[in-house]
């Protein structure tokens, strides 16, 4: 009876005080992002190449998070593409929850980079953060090695918006 009167306290403990179960953040492959950028229609997919360790990636996240708030009522999807290492997963889940990212996170499970790089883009060199904008139905894919500011994220997805298919 005391074993389940002190678990009763710690249960009761733990969600007053908020603690929640860590996010997970599943992995995910070059073809599968392939696949989900192709169910898309006319959804204009902002794909940002990040890593906890790289301190502009993780400066100009609040920026891709704006941007989905303020267009959320616009066919648009921000993805968070994790380039640490599969070992780091749940690292990275904890950075996730951490930071409060709301856009879906995945962690790259691609080992060869010199196959995944000019997958995404031949202008990629490899540097981070680097952004992928996609929308199937205007033939648009737009790759930038930069970090942004909300400013420059902004005009970057207005312009895809604003194309003629």
Known sequence: MKGCLILTVAI????????????EVPLTTL????????NGADTTFV???W??????C???????ERLQQVYAAKPLRILFVSL?????????????????LKNEVWLLD??????FIPAISAEWSGAIPATLFVNKSKGVRIFKEQEFDYQQLE???????????
Not at 12 to 23: E, N
Not at 58 to 64: D, R, Y
Not at 155 to 164: A, C, E, F, R, T
Request: hydrophobic share 35%.
């Open 51 to 56: 890593a906890t360790w790289c301190a502009p």
């Open 31 to 38: 073809d599968a992002l392939e696949r989900r950028l192709e």
């Open 47 to 49: 794909i940002n190449l």
């Open 155 to 165: 005009n970057s997805y207005l312009s895809i918006v604003q194309q003629k298919n």
């Open 12 to 23: 009761a403990v733990f969600s007053a005080s908020g603690l929640q179960a860590q996010q």
């Open 84 to 100: 640490d290492t599969k070992k780091d997963q749940d690292a990275v889940a904890k950075f996730v929850d951490t930071k409060g």
């Open 110 to 115: 691609e080992k060869n980079e010199q196959h």
């Open 58 to 64: 993780v400066a100009e996240m609040p920026h891709f």
